[in-house]
């Protein structure tokens, strides 16, 4: 139980400090990455209005034929790309990549690629 505590004591430690530095503008909004045991969560913020501007997770009813039989890298990737199509309708091109305090790998690796794959910039 104490190692688990102390890997997302460590977890939030690093997710503050990256929030320190990143913020999402109405022009350049936050792409924020969220991982569970089971799911995965997408997020457009805009810290300025304290707004979210586009959400999608492996848990949207439009995307559960689109996910069903696929890991959660896989699933991960077309999240980027739904994502990507959702926000391009409504004019943003530019984003900011927040990782939330997680390595730049596998899940967070596939959402930033299917993002990019989709048409967002990073």
Do not use: W
Request: positive net charge; hydrophobic residues 35%.
């Amino acid at each position: 139980m104490k190692k688990n505590r102390a890997k997302v004591e460590r977890r939030n430690k690093i997710r503050r400090r990256i929030r320190g530095t990143i913020k999402g503008t109405p022009d350049c909004p936050r792409l924020s990455v969220f991982k569970s045991s089971k799911h995965v969560y997408l997020q457009l913020i805009n810290d300025q209005d304290s707004a979210t501007i586009a959400s999608v997770s492996t848990l949207s009813p439009e995307l559960l034929e689109d996910l069903k039989g696929k890991s959660s890298v896989e699933s991960a990737e077309v999240l980027g790309e739904k994502l990507a199509e959702n926000v391009i309708d409504k004019g943003v091109k530019k984003v900011v990549f927040d990782r939330s305090g997680y390595k730049y790998h596998g899940v967070i690796k596939a959402a930033a690629e299917g993002a990019r794959k989709g048409g967002l910039e990073f």
